[in-house]
């Protein structure tokens, strides 16, 4: 009886852990995909996207004007925000990605001009 009611109980806690976590999932990308979301990320690239750049290069004091164009000409570009946020709720949402193919492996499908952008 006591195994039974713990399994129970265990049950019990796992779906109300499921059920905060998918909520939790679609507040998360509700905001996500809101209109302040996107102008927080214009305002945080704006703000510190040179810095980073610098910050994140071996030596800062050889990082020239034209790297730092290279790595902020992307960000120029019409919506390039709302699709850094597409990315992010793809990789929230993504519930099995074991199984997927790697982009490696895909990269041959891409029929359209656009950027690669890697994150590690």
């Given at each position: 009886m006591?195994?039974?009611?713990?399994g129970?109980v265990?049950?019990?806690v796992m779906?109300?852990?499921d059920?905060?976590?998918?909520?939790s999932?679609?507040?998360?990308?509700?905001f996500?995909r809101?209109s302040?979301?996107?102008?927080?990320?214009?305002?945080?690239?704006?703000?510190?996207?040179?810095?980073g750049?610098?910050n994140?290069w071996y030596?800062?004091s050889?990082?020239?004007d034209?790297v730092?164009?290279?790595?902020t000409?992307?960000?120029?570009?019409?919506?390039?925000?709302?699709?850094?946020?597409?990315?992010?709720i793809?990789m929230?949402?993504d519930?099995?990605?074991k199984s997927?193919?790697?982009v490696?492996?895909?990269?041959s499908?891409?029929?359209?001009p656009?950027?690669?952008i890697?994150?590690?």
């Amino acid at each position: 009886m006591c195994m039974w009611l713990a399994g129970l109980v265990l049950k019990l806690v796992m779906a109300v852990q499921d059920t905060v976590r998918a909520l939790s999932t679609k507040v998360l990308v509700a905001f996500l995909r809101s209109s302040l979301a996107a102008s927080l990320v214009r305002l945080i690239m704006d703000k510190f996207g040179v810095t980073g750049v610098r910050n994140a290069w071996y030596d800062p004091s050889k990082v020239t004007d034209h790297v730092i164009q290279g790595y902020t000409k992307p960000l120029r570009s019409k919506g390039w925000e709302t699709a850094l946020l597409e990315y992010t709720i793809s990789m929230i949402t993504d519930t099995s990605p074991k199984s997927r193919v790697p982009v490696s492996k895909r990269l041959s499908e891409i029929s359209c001009p656009g950027s690669i952008i890697c994150f590690f």
